[in-house]
């Protein structure tokens, strides 16, 4: 009886995809065991294979969905902008490529794009102060106080034997609640808050996440 069972299991065959194959003991004779997986296996691999047109299609598919989810982040979370003029040097220089974002709080030091009042011009300028900070100007000493305390800054570009301009800052003041004060780094060369006061933080485009160009200058600004 057990050899009867054996002899019926070995005319039985599984391919991979586990379809049961029933054979004769002619069809085993014959090598059928070896055509069917051999059979089989071709079937899997010309379903494996994909045309290539339909794989040219899949790549531009991601591509073009990778260059939707770009713009839309730079429509809503990042700006490309251009540094117009010289009220930013050395730390920018003019028609150098910024990447600015809106995203996130602001910073004392940070450097940021704003509209100037009345013309709705962008400019970029660095966050001196926020609103309830007091903020004083010492000219002969190129020194700016806020609430106080000195402010370290490196970065200013200054004019030997030449006092900062004054221009129409008659400090110290305070700066309002939702407004910042804000001034360039080249200081004698810069139109900021000392000429036309204090900005809206309605009025804020961003600050500056990257400098794109030049591309040997590609990276974070401080």
Same mark, same amino acid.
């Given at each position: ?9 070995? =005319?039985?065959?599984?391919?991979? =995809? ?7 003991? @002619?069809?085993c004779?014959?090598?059928?065991f ?16 994909k ?39 050395? @730390? ?6 910024? &990447? ?36 004083? &100007? ?22 030997? =034997?030449a ?13 309002p ?27 804020? +485009?961003?600050?500056? +996440? +990257? ?12």
């Open positions: 009886m057990e050899n009867k069972e054996n002899e019926s299991n070995a =005319n039985v065959i599984f391919t991979e =995809n586990e379809d049961e194959i029933s054979l004769t003991e @002619t069809e004779a014959e090598g059928v070896e055509k069917v997986k051999a059979q089989k296996q071709k079937e899997k691999e010309e379903k494996e294979k045309p290539a047109l339909q794989q040219a299609y899949e790549w531009v598919e991601s591509f073009a969905l990778a260059l939707a989810c770009m713009v839309l982040l730079f429509l809503f979370f990042f700006k490309y902008v251009t540094v117009d003029g010289h009220s930013m040097e050395d @730390t920018l220089e003019n028609g150098q490529k910024l &990447i600015i974002t809106g995203v996130g709080g602001y910073e004392n030091g940070d450097i940021l794009v704003i509209c100037e009042p009345g013309t709705n011009k962008p400019l970029v300028k660095r966050l001196i102060a926020r609103g309830g900070q007091t903020v004083n &100007i010492d000219f002969e000493t190129w020194t700016v106080y806020v609430d106080g305390v000195a402010l370290d800054e490196p970065y200013v570009k200054r004019e030997i =034997n006092n900062m301009k004054r221009d129409q800052f008659t400090g110290p003041i305070t700066v609640e939702g407004y910042v004060f804000v001034m360039g780094d080249n200081r004698n060369r810069s139109s900021d808050s000392r000429h036309f006061g204090c900005i809206d933080e309605r009025a804020i +485009l961003g600050k500056v +996440l +990257l400098r794109v160009t030049p591309f040997a200058e590609f990276g974070s600004v401080d």
